[in-house]
């Protein structure tokens, strides 16, 4: 695995990281690449644009320090780089037991060929760190803490308390649902979109969020039976 | 617990070298023969809180690249009959030793000592896997501060990934009247999120400051709550069981105590 590096019309470079590529890979892959090319690259007319890999801040952070100080190269951007959401919408209570959260934010969607495998079983707590990528679905058998990452073409099941980051459907199917037996995440993420919950929501039974109509739409996951 | 002990947090400043510190003094009270080993090359605090910074001749890093003999560096602490401290090199750095060294000073002094426990430092880089090594259970150290409580779940996922499955929690700082407002994290939060065993609680109390100063562990102050709380920690790791203390009778009685004597 590595990182290829193409031209694109109208100048400029796109780099292309296989979403397997740890990121000290890509990093090493990066500096040999640039290291033999010195010339090709030199000045701040090179444009890179980053696709591929999702990163976190902190290493874009890393990346753009790097290429500044040992290129010289300025014009960096990252495919699917957020700007700064503007509203933050707060989970309403629906009247019929249901909950609507609106979506305000994207989140760059991950391409088919990312994830390699069809399905995954953790049989474990996700701890804070920790991060389970998959193309199908994926089933955890205990909590996913704060900090640990679940990214999934598919659906997600949590058999426990789902306070870290889960996006379902990443790949950009939006017939995909999040069900957790205590669903009290600080946002989910459902094909791209982003969704903010409050922080004292609370999780009194499991519950399962699914993308209806633009919204994000939490339910209770045994549906109630009315009394006629 | 087992025999070789990390003493980590993720977090920093969470007391990691001063439970060090005093499960060392506490234990060899049990007559165990216990060395203490400060991982925190470039910081080193495990010979400052012990007091016996004034007697370091050889470090970690001159055992490992050879310039002495083990035996040269490990300080007898005069006060505590058998234990032992390998004190961390000031003037180098965390990349001066590596996890393989680690494992083999483990397994050489193995032969000697009944406890060898390691402090580690802050972080989850070097030193952290360093500290590791050549561990075989660990505690971790936290306070109830959800920034540290994050950081506790990483170490343990990272703990759990290494091997090290043996691992619970040591609560420190605990302020049980902040927690009935309700102000900061109980117990019972804490366990819920980190899964993992609580091998003890101890309570804020100022008396740590002194003993730090003055590198004197707490353990030796019999009227001191947070070396009460040690104590019963040293007693859990030699395998008995004993409750929590009760924290709040120990505000309780200062309470009234200071009532009677101020006149009021």
């Known amino acids: ?228 | 617990m087992q025999n070789v002990i990390v003493v980590t947090s993720g977090k920093g400043g969470v007391g990691k070298t001063t439970t060090v510190a005093n499960l060392g003094a506490g234990l060899v009270e049990s007559g165990k023969k216990v060395v203490l080993i400060d991982t925190d090359i470039g910081l080193r605090n495990l010979d400052v809180v012990l007091g016996l910074e004034n007697r370091i001749v050889y470090d970690l890093v001159d055992v490992v690249e050879g310039t002495c003999r083990l035996k040269q560096a490990l300080i007898k602490d005069k006060r505590f009959d058998g234990l032992f401290l390998i004190p961390a090199a000031q003037t180098r750095d965390k990349m001066a030793v590596n996890p393989e060294q680690m494992k083999k000073l483990v397994e050489e002094l193995e032969e000697e000592f009944d406890y060898i426990i390691i402090d580690c430092p802050a972080g989850i880089e070097q030193g952290f896997k360093n500290a590791i090594a050549g561990a075989k259970s660990a505690i971790v150290v936290t306070v109830p501060e959800v920034s540290a409580v994050r950081d506790a779940d990483r170490i343990i996922g990272l703990l759990s990934a290494n091997g090290i499955d043996d691992c619970c929690l040591l609560v420190n700082r605990l302020r049980p009247d902040l927690v009935k407002r309700g102000d900061m994290l109980a117990l019972d939060d804490m366990l819920d999120i980190l899964g993992v065993n609580l091998i003890g609680v101890v309570p804020e109390d100022e008396n740590i400051i002194r003993s730090s100063n003055f590198g004197e562990p707490i353990v030796t102050n019999l009227k001191s709550i947070a070396g009460k709380a040690y104590r019963n920690v040293i007693v859990r790791i030699l395998g008995d069981n004993v409750p929590l203390l009760d924290m709040e009778e120990g505000n309780k009685f200062g309470a009234r105590l200071k009532k009677l004597f101020s006149g009021k």
């Not at chain 1, 803490?145 to 099941?157: M, R």
């Open chain 1, 1 to 228: 695995m590595g990182i290829t590096i193409k031209g694109k019309n109208g100048g400029g470079f796109e780099i292309v990281v296989s979403a397997q590529t740890a990121f000290s890979e890509l990093k090493e892959s990066l500096i040999n690449k640039l290291r033999k090319n010195k010339d090709f690259f030199a000045g701040t007319d090179a444009k890179l644009v980053f696709s591929g890999k999702e990163m976190t801040t902190a290493q874009k952070r890393d990346i753009k320090r790097l290429l500044k100080m040992e290129y010289d190269i300025t014009k960096v951007t990252f495919c699917g780089e957020l700007s700064k959401p503007d509203s933050q919408v707060a989970v309403k209570q629906g009247q019929a037991k249901e909950s609507i959260a609106s979506v305000s934010d994207e989140i760059q969607l991950v391409s088919k060929n990312h994830f390699n495998a069809k399905s995954v079983f953790v049989a474990h707590t996700l701890r804070s760190g920790q991060r389970v990528e998959c193309a199908g679905d994926v089933v955890i058998l205990g909590d996913v803490n704060v900090g640990a990452e679940v990214i999934a073409g598919g659906s997600v099941a949590v058999m426990g308390t789902l306070r870290g980051l889960v996006h379902a459907g990443a790949n950009g199917r939006n017939d995909v649902v999040i069900a957790a037996t205590q669903l009290l995440p600080g946002q989910l993420r459902i094909s791209g979109k982003i969704a903010m919950f409050p922080e004292n929501k609370q999780a009194l039974e499991p519950e399962i969020a699914e993308f209806k109509e633009g919204s994000v739409v939490i339910r209770p996951l045994r549906a109630r039976r009315t009394k006629r």
